[in-house]
């Protein structure tokens, strides 16, 4: 390493430990941040400097790859169509031209010429004239007879106007994934980076199946065997736990084309009961995505460090926001300030999905009680976004609690390097103090917005509910 340099590779010593580690670090060109959602990439490489080596090269090939991408994004190159996009768009030509594009068979299938004689019905006399039309455009072969540079679109049309009951490709991985993300965009309104969010992860998905296999597949040729190919190939490349949202990912896609297409009904998902490499529950997040509460230490520490050293007034806001209230990142980054209600016996966040900003489920939307430092924060806020219609302006923005998150973890870090305390650590120290003051589950559900299944029942309306949470928040944060 002393000799050669090693583009994005960095070595970091931990003071506490006196070794070193090493990851992968790349700034991302500002033309490609909206598109990736970030403004660096960062991935550990390990604390041994023969393996992170080894890992360096897979990681550094993948990185490439999503940078290709982004970039063909940002020039506007679009991906090219599927088969059976290209078999639809045909078929929508024929049917615009007044014909069947299903025809039956005719005694001339079998033979190779076309005869113009008396008995040809109406349909396959309009289908001799749009192929001789067709014809007439391009300039013929002198030695062959035919034309000459035929466009793709127009030598589909010909081929199907000629071929009796064509039939329709079969699915493949990447029909199954466009038709799960414009569904799933159907049923919801996402963010516009809720909505990046989603098209990356199923494109990960699927270019991981392109990839292991070597091909595009349909969905139903895939086997059992392919699929743990699958898992072993991206063994390689990612950690455990990326691999299992991965594979969560690939099973979402694949159920939801087996319900959506009529003539995969039947189909066996094989990604299915494939085994979790980072333990834990089915669909379910691991230990490793959940990460773990901070310690008392922990959490006074970086709390005093930002308040000294940060610049950002905001920043510290934020910190003492997510700290009383248990809310996720994005949720408080993407306050309105019409959203935040500090008077009142019951002051609150009204968190609901916006144009600015989406929300992670359904249960997610609710109404979080302000008390003790969290109200105080709250009303510290108001003041500084002064006219802005957003609680934060400077993180009320496309990309903006990332943002956010960044500048915090600079200060967690310095606190701690252990990967698994992070900024979310804040919404697990709240599920820990709620759960210690002895506050029921389904309360617990109520104030950090977990989905209550039938239990939601017994609250009523919005005043009821605030009314739980306030006390569940109240009980867990000794305030009477």
């Not at 000459?148 to 029909?175: C, Q």
């Not at 309105?336 to 929300?359: A, E, N, Q, T």
Request: hydrophobic share 35%.
């Amino acid at each position: 390493m002393s000799s050669v340099t090693v583009d994005y590779w960095q070595e970091r010593k931990s003071k506490k430990l006196g070794n070193s580690s090493y990851r992968y670090r790349r700034v991302v060109e500002r033309e490609l941040r909206p598109i990736l959602g970030k403004g660096e990439i960062t991935i550990p490489l390990g604390s041994a400097k023969g393996d992170a080596l080894v890992k360096y090269r897979q990681v550094h090939r993948g990185v490439e790859q999503t940078l290709a991408a982004a970039w063909d994004e940002v020039r506007g190159i679009k991906k090219p169509k599927t088969a059976r996009e290209l078999f639809q768009e045909t078929v929508d030509r024929i049917k615009a031209l007044g014909l069947n594009p299903y025809r039956p068979p005719t005694d001339d299938d079998e033979g190779n010429g076309y005869d113009y004689d008396e008995t040809r019905d109406h349909d396959e006399i309009e289908r001799f004239a749009v192929v001789d039309g067709i014809a007439a455009k391009y300039p013929t072969d002198p030695e062959t007879g035919y034309p000459m540079g035929v466009s793709a679109e127009d030598t589909r049309l010909v081929r199907m106007l000629n071929t009796a009951s064509p039939k329709i490709p079969p699915p493949t991985i990447m029909d199954a994934k466009k038709r799960y993300l414009q569904d799933r965009f159907a049923l919801r309104e996402p963010g516009e980076r809720d909505r990046k969010k989603d098209e990356q992860r199923a494109e990960r998905a699927a270019d991981a199946i392109v990839e292991a296999l070597g091909r595009v597949p349909s969905v139903a040729s895939i086997t059992r065997e392919e699929a743990r190919k699958v898992q072993a190939h991206l063994k390689g490349k990612v950690s455990a736990g990326t691999v299992d949202r991965y594979l969560n990912d690939v099973r979402s896609i694949i159920n939801h084309a087996i319900a959506e297409f009529p003539d995969l009904h039947e189909l066996k998902n094989h990604f299915t009961g494939l085994p979790i490499l980072a333990g834990g529950r089915w669909g379910g997040p691991t230990a490793d995505e959940e990460g773990r509460p901070l310690t008392v230490d922990e959490a006074t520490a970086i709390r005093e460090r930002i308040e000294r050293l940060s610049r950002q007034h905001d920043l510290i806001l934020i910190w003492r926001m997510l700290e009383g209230t248990g809310c996720r990142l994005a949720e408080v980054t993407g306050l309105r300030v019409v959203d935040v209600v500090v008077d009142g016996d019951m002051p609150y966040l009204d968190i609901k999905p916006h144009d600015r900003r989406g929300l992670k489920t359904v249960a997610s939307i609710r109404r979080v009680p302000l008390v003790g430092d969290a109200l105080d924060a709250a009303r510290a806020a108001l003041k500084l976004a002064g006219d802005s219609d957003m609680m934060f302006p400077r993180y009320g923005v496309e990309g903006g609690n990332t943002a956010a998150s960044a500048a915090l973890m600079k200060h967690v870090r310095e606190i701690t390097d252990d990967k698994l305390a992070r900024v979310h650590s804040l919404r697990h120290n709240m599920a820990d103090k709620l759960k210690v003051a002895g506050v029921e589950e389904a309360d617990r559900k109520l104030v950090l917005g977990h989905a209550l299944g039938g239990e939601g029942k017994r609250y009523g309306g919005p005043e009821g509910r605030l009314v739980a949470a306030t006390r569940a928040m109240r009980k867990a944060l000794g305030i009477t």
